[in-house]
């Protein structure tokens, strides 16, 4: 089963990235941010969004997708299919991961609310994505363990994010 994602960054308030099709449950993309974040500085994590990456409206460049995260993010470049209105969509993007370069932090996102939040986004179906959490330097050790022992069951409907939020 395909668990959907997004994965981006924020410059300048604006938020850009492309479509994760696969694994993109915390427990296993959500490490790979983590990882990515914690090993390089906010100037690398600069760097490789605003000058190595680059995002394309062209589906030949999709497949890349898979690669992102075994590059070196210091030297290596990657062109990516860009998708940036699927964070925006609350039924089908399930996870979210936004690098905020402006706060060096990482947003992570859920879909599947219908509920607006204050920072919601209301996708095409009527369900809204929203930012649950975000990952700073001085919490990443912390979230490492809550991914690490979270056990995604991608039958439910339920989540501890949601049970949380919508209280």
Do not use: A, P
């Amino acid at each position: 089963m395909s668990t959907r994602g997004f994965i981006g960054y924020k410059k300048n308030g604006i938020i850009k990235g492309w479509y994760n099709h696969n694994d993109s449950y915390y427990s296993y993309v959500g490490l790979k941010v983590l990882e990515k974040f914690n090993n390089n500085s906010s100037i690398i994590l600069d760097n490789f969004f605003t000058k190595n990456l680059k995002l394309y409206d062209d589906e030949k460049f999709y497949e890349n997708h898979k690669k992102v995260f075994s590059l070196n993010w210091k030297t290596d470049s990657i062109k990516l299919e860009v998708y940036n209105d699927f964070l925006d969509d609350g039924l089908d993007c399930e996870y979210g991961y936004v690098f905020n370069l402006d706060e060096d932090i990482v947003e992570v996102y859920r879909g599947g609310f219908k509920i607006e939040q204050y920072n919601g986004q209301q996708g095409y179906s009527g369900y809204y994505t929203h930012n649950t959490f975000n990952i700073t330097r001085k919490n990443i050790e912390n979230v490492k363990k809550i991914f690490n022992k979270i056990k995604i069951n991608n039958n439910s409907t339920r989540y501890w994010e949601r049970d949380f939020l919508e209280i």
